[in-house]
């Protein structure tokens, strides 16, 4: 069951907003390779303004995940891609849905 997730929001540089849909697009392979990370959303939510949802069974998954490779990319890359450092808040997952549909 999912019980815990992250929520990131991060705001592109003006001009970088391509380059940063394309990292998070792009980390899509990386992800598919965390086991433990149950669910993962990489979504726009304005012309700048960009987010991550992940959701994980347990606070071990949570904390690979924030650990893992996505994560040390993201910080790498942020200083030329984020016009301010990402917010990153640990949330409870209440409820959730999660189908294989297109799988």
């Given amino acids: ?13 003006a001009g970088k907003e391509a380059q940063l849909a394309n990292f ?5 392979p990386l992800i598919e390779a965390e086991p433990e ?3 993962w959303f990489a979504i726009r939510m304005g012309p700048s303004t960009f987010g ?8 071990r998954g949570r904390g690979a995940h ?18 301010k450092p990402p917010s990153i808040e640990k949330v409870d ?4 849905k999660l189908s294989n549909c297109g799988q």
């Fill in 1 to 13: 069951m999912t019980k815990l997730g992250l929520l990131v929001t991060l705001e592109a540089k």
């Fill in 37 to 39: 990370t149950t669910a």
């Fill in 93 to 96: 997952v209440l409820a959730d």
């Fill in 52 to 59: 991550i949802f992940d959701a994980f069974a347990d606070e």
């Fill in 24 to 28: 998070l697009t792009g980390a899509l």
């Fill in 66 to 83: 924030l650990s893992g490779e996505v994560a040390k990319a993201l910080m790498a890359s942020a200083p030329d891609l984020l016009a």
